[in-house]
């Protein structure tokens, strides 16, 4: 047999009880109430099933995998400073190169090259048949 025990209940809440209690008797109805909020007071505080944690864990291993591959595709900090670096030796020695070009190249033309062009310029102003060049237009 189930012990039983006398609750003291002021009178609104007993006609509160009575309003909405449907079906049941005064005692199901309270008992149906204490454990459903026992219930949710559960689920509020945190309160976690086997299989929600199962599904968290299938998530967390998912996730830890694409974090994993993302690692591996990314590079690091190290890789990006030493990509730096390699590229400005690589503009150093393409600057180095076309100056020192530019050098050798501005020395060769300046003593005979310039000379030749500066004599076929003259002659062209002089008139000579010999250095004249002719274009020859065809209308379509």
């Not at 393409?94 to 000379?115: A, C, P, R, T």
Request: hydrophobic residues 35%.
């Amino acid at each position: 047999m189930s012990d039983k025990r006398m609750l003291i209940l002021s009178e609104e809440v007993v006609r509160k009880i009575n309003e909405n209690r449907g079906d049941l008797s005064q005692g199901e109805f309270i008992e149906f109430l204490i454990e459903s909020h026992f219930r949710e007071q559960g689920k509020g505080t945190g309160a976690v099933d086997k299989h929600e944690v199962e599904s968290l864990k299938k998530l967390l291993q998912e996730l830890n995998a694409k974090l994993e591959v993302i690692e591996k595709q990314a590079a690091t900090r190290e890789e990006v400073q030493a990509f730096q670096e390699d590229t400005r030796k690589l503009l150093k020695s393409f600057l180095d190169f076309f100056v020192g070009y530019g050098l050798e190249l501005g020395k060769h033309s300046l003593s005979g090259d310039l000379q030749e062009l500066s004599s076929s310029l003259e002659k062209a102003e002089e008139g000579d048949e010999e250095n004249q060049v002719k274009i020859k237009w065809k209308k379509q």
